[in-house]
């Protein structure tokens, strides 16, 4: 079965990170990005993922809202995503592990909610992993 999956986050880069890194963001972001530009083991994971973080459907409301771009307060790159994906599970299995490593930013950086879920699974980066917290409602009141 497909499933619609959304993903919301936003973490600063290690300012070592290298520039096929730095591409393949790009080539996920729909950039013309040639694939050779890319370093050998982020070609072979996101072959044909071309615009992956970009991706948007009429299942969540909003549209697509990612972009990296370089801060020269912290001589470093920062990546915002929001997008969503049927079949997303790649998310999980494929991007945020290998984000993680690349990630500056540590602890909390955002949630994923998948359309069979009540409640979002939040998303931590923690020594170069990448953890989900599940969480469940344990009251409700309002703002």
Request: charged fraction near 20%; aromatic fraction near 10%; include cysteine.
């Given at each position: 079965m497909s499933v619609y999956t959304e993903?919301?986050?936003?973490?600063e880069l290690k300012q070592?990170?290298?520039?096929?890194?730095?591409?393949?963001?790009r080539y996920l972001l729909g950039e013309a990005v040639e694939l050779n530009g890319?370093?050998?083991?982020?070609?072979?994971?996101?072959e044909g993922w071309s615009g992956f973080l970009i991706c948007s459907s009429y299942y969540f409301p909003?549209?697509?809202?990612?972009?990296?771009?370089f801060d020269?307060?912290?001589?470093?790159?920062?990546?915002?995503?929001r997008m969503n994906h049927k079949n997303?599970?790649?998310?999980?299995?494929?991007?945020?592990?290998?984000?993680?490593?690349?990630?500056?930013?540590?602890?909390?950086?955002?949630?994923?909610?998948?359309?069979?879920?009540?409640c979002p699974r939040l998303v931590y980066f923690l020594n170069g992993k990448a953890v989900e917290i599940t969480i469940q409602e344990t009251s409700r009141s309002e703002l």
């Open positions: 993903l919301n986050l936003a973490c070592d990170t290298r520039t096929p890194k730095i591409n393949t963001l890319l370093d050998e083991e982020s070609r072979s994971r996101f909003g549209g697509a809202l990612s972009r990296l771009y020269d307060i912290t001589e470093s790159y920062h990546l915002v995503v997303g599970p790649g998310i999980n299995s494929s991007f945020l592990p290998w984000l993680a490593i690349l990630s500056q930013t540590q602890g909390y950086v955002g949630y994923i909610r998948s359309e069979l879920e009540e």
